[in-house]
């Protein structure tokens, strides 16, 4: 008789897999009705400057990841979450064809001395076992990630893959690279 276990045993790891957008971005999908993609709206009638922010995900060969899924959080305008009137947080995917992504939001606050502004992004795509963690950090910042104290455990020659540079008035540019010579600096949740 096979011994008997109490303890629950950890399933086989999965990738976000194909099927990603069905639950997450269903309209992306193609699938309209009872299903609403929730997170499209990040700041709501928030006040705040306006921006957005545009990128692609890109793979160790450095073709674009068209199936990822990018969740955003972040502070209000005053360096607060959960502010009311206020998500904090949405998703965005990238255009099936092109891969480029793209959301608007409004510029956050820094959420305590000494820490720059920033987002904060979940990164899910196929291939990925366990979503990605990173930062986004404003390029036109420069005094304040200089003082980041996260920023500030990046290497040097690494902290550029974590800064968004200014793509025109009020908008950033921000690739996320998979893997590779570029590869986006990732933290452990």
Same mark, same amino acid.
């Given at each position: 008789? =096979? ?6 045993r950890?399933? +086989?790891?999965q990738?976000?897999?194909?099927y990603?957008h069905?639950?997450l971005?269903?309209?992306?999908? $193609?699938?309209?009705?009872a299903?609403?993609?929730l997170?499209?709206?990040? =700041? $709501?009638d928030? #006040?705040? =400057? ?6 692609r ?9 068209? /199936? ?6 972040q502070? /209000?305008a ?9 998500? @904090?947080?949405?998703?965005v995917i990238?255009d099936f064809?092109t891969?480029e992504?793209?959301f608007?939001t409004?510029?956050? $606050?820094?959420t305590?001395p000494g ?7 979940? *990164?899910? =795509?196929?291939g990925i076992?366990i $979503? ?10 420069g005094?304040a990630?200089?003082?980041? +104290?996260?920023l500030?455990l990046? +290497?040097?020659?690494?902290r550029?893959?974590?800064i ?8 950033y540019?921000f /690739? *996320?690279?998979? #893997? @590779? ?9």
């Open positions: 008789m =096979a011994e008997r276990s109490d303890r629950l950890e399933t +086989p790891s990738t976000a897999g194909p990603v069905i639950g971005a269903p309209t992306a999908a $193609g699938i309209d009705g299903l609403a993609d997170g499209r709206e990040i =700041a $709501g928030a #006040q705040g =400057a306006r921006i957005t922010v545009s990128g995900v890109i793979d160790g060969k450095g073709a674009p990841v068209a /199936d990822a899924l990018i969740e955003v959080w502070a /209000d005053a360096g607060r979450y959960g502010a009311e009137g206020f998500r @904090g947080w949405g998703r990238p064809e891969g992504w793209r608007d409004i510029r956050p $606050g820094s305590g820490i720059a502004p920033h987002l904060t992004l979940w *990164i899910v =795509a196929r076992n $979503g990605l963690h990173t930062r986004l950090y404003f390029g036109d910042e005094a990630n200089d003082a980041d +104290p996260v500030a990046v +290497p040097d020659g690494r550029g893959t974590l968004a540079a200014p793509d025109g008035p009020d908008a540019r /690739d *996320i690279h998979l #893997q @590779g010579e570029d590869e986006t600096v990732f933290f452990d949740a």
